[in-house]
């Protein structure tokens, strides 16, 4: 059974896909089975890994809208281990077309049921809303990873996000976690980045991952090129970074079971 990470934070530009794209390529790298699952609309988590949606006629929108089965949609990458589930820019409607449908908020997790004996980790890369795609996430989810900008709006950002995590919990999914919060386009040699980190470690100390995103060229330059940034340059703080956050998240996960 995988294990079902979403990457969820309703700001835009802090990190989301970035996140989801290299994590999920490091834990390929791994050699865990990974799904990357693009849960939004624009398709950036698909050209990160160098798939690009004008060329598909399908995507997850199709399978939770139409309950086609997602075995079908699923494409493979440049890189071994790593697959995704593409989205299209259909999924757009999705928000509104899934309103007046039964089970609305369970219909990715009906989809994911049906392939995760296949993968050791899915992770499903969110749009920048905490609507019902986002809900689709969070209850398909076995925990969420919050990627958060160091800026100064950060920590309030922050309080909405665990509310609307606390409402899934409440109905749609009481096993969900926090799998925790990462840091991204950290730069040491600014206070506010450090401020941010430090108040972040204060109050939420024990699900702060230790590693920290830097601020690195590479890892913005790596889409461009439709690859994850350990295929694009592997000696890059970026790149070295993101397999850090795997292997902490792997080896938390030890420590827990
Ligand atoms: P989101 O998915 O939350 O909207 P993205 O992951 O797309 O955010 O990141 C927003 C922009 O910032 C993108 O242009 C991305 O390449 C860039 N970016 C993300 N993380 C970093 C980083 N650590 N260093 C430099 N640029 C980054
Ligand atoms: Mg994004």
Known sequence: MAKIICIANQKGGVGK?????NLAASLAAAEKQTLLVDMDPQGNAGSGVGVDKAGL???????????????????GTDLAHLDLLPSTTDLAGAELELVSMPERERRLKAALARLS?????????????LGLLTVNAMTAADSVLIPLQCEYYAM????????TIKLVQKGLNPGLAIEGIVLTM??????LSRQVS?????????????TVIPRNVRLSEAPSHG????????TSRGAVSYMELARELMTREVRRG
């Open 17 to 21: 896909t970035t996140t989801a794209v």
């Open 57 to 75: 006629e399908e995507s997850v929108y199709d399978a939770i809208i139409n309950d086609v089965d997602p075995s079908g949609l699923i494409v």
């Open 117 to 129: 004996q296949r993968y050791d980790y899915i992770i499903i890369d969110c749009p920048p809303s």
């Open 156 to 163: 309030e950002g922050l309080s909405q996000i665990i509310k």
């Open 186 to 191: 950290y730069d040491g040699r600014n206070n």
């Open 198 to 210: 430090e108040e972040i470690r204060g109050h939420f100390a024990d699900i702060a991952f230790q």
């Open 227 to 234: 690859r994850p940034v350990i295929l694009y340059d592997i």
